[in-house]
């Protein structure tokens, strides 16, 4: 059952990539404890729309978008969708991504590009698109996504984890940026997380990085989804520009 109890519980949030995997997690969480969300899709229209419908039926408020982030106009009709409906967004969760693991000689100009359209480009998009009201009101959460190869990056994966470097770093100068308009923005590195996202990887390799992990476990959607709504919340209102890794120990 959703709840909506308290003041930060009449928020509103928009979590890109919540068709599935993490950000489904997370967008699950905000609902149930009340927050007005955007699930956010590109090309998994049917899960959005069933997740939005489950939720609705939980009794949360919350609503479909979608958008290709690697394009701005669609980047900035959704925003402007939302700003429509619930004339704020107090909380983005830059979360959609997509994953690819090739050997550095083997990434194709596409295949970098892509990368970076993603990841780069599309939590640049989002977040020059909901900043310019979030100043106005003189507050705003902002928590982006990026991965443990970001910080120390993964072989066979050099694209992915440029990209999830550069959004480590967007974090670090917007957070300076914008803190004096009342608006944090900090960053989620996870570690191995199972989703569909680690399909790509075989149960051999999967169980060699569980083994590798100091907790010996492989994470899941909701120690995620937990990170990131800690740090949307008011216990957090001292932290910013922080990169906080949800990897049992692999990255210290
Ligand atoms: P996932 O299950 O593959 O889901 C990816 C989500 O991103 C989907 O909702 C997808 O939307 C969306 N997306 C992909 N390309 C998009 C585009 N061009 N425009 C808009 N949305 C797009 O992935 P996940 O495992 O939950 O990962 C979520 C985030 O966590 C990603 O940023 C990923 O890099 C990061 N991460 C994951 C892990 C892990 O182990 N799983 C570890 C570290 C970091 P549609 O399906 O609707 O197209």
Redesign the pocket.
């Known amino acids: 059952m959703c709840s909506n109890s308290d003041q930060q519980r009449n928020k509103t949030v928009l979590v ?8 489904k997690a997370v967008a699950m969480q905000f609902a149930r404890e009340g927050y007005k969300v955007a699930v ?5 229209t049917a ?2 729309e069933a997740l939005v419908a489950q939720l609705i039926q939980e009794g949360c408020d919350v609503m479909a978008v979608q ?4 394009d701005s106009a669609q980047v900035q009709h959704m925003i402007d969708t939302i700003m429509a409906q619930w004339g704020v967004i107090d909380i983005l969760i830059n ?5 690819q693991q090739k050997l550095f000689t083997d990434i194709t100009d596409e295949d970098w590009h892509n990368m970076f359209a ?2 780069v480009d ?1 939590t640049f998009y989002c977040t020059r698109a909901v900043l310019p009201a979030m100043i106005a009101q003189k507050q705003g959460v902002i928590v982006n ?4 190869w970001g910080q120390v990056g993964g072989s066979c994966e050099v694209h992915y984890s440029a990209a ?1 470097g550069a959004i480590q770093a967007m974090t670090k100068a917007l957070a300076k940026e914008v803190g004096p308009s009342g608006i944090r923005v900090n960053c989620v ?5 199972q ?4 399909a790509i990887l075989d149960p051999e390799t999967l169980e060699a990085l569980r083994q590798e992990t100091p907790l010996e476990m492989l ?1 899941t ?1 909701a120690h995620v989804a937990e990170a990131v709504y800690y740090l949307c919340s008011d216990k957090a209102a001292f932290i910013t520009g922080q990169i906080v890794g949800v990897n049992g120990g692999m990255i210290i």
Request: glycine share 18%.
């Open positions: 890109t990539g919540a068709s599935r995997g993490i950000g956010h899709y590109n090309s998994g899960e959005a958008a290709d982030v690697r979360n959609a991504g997509i994953a993603v990841h599309g996504i990026s991965s443990m999830k590195a996870p570690g191995v997380i989703t569909e996202m680690n994470g959607t």
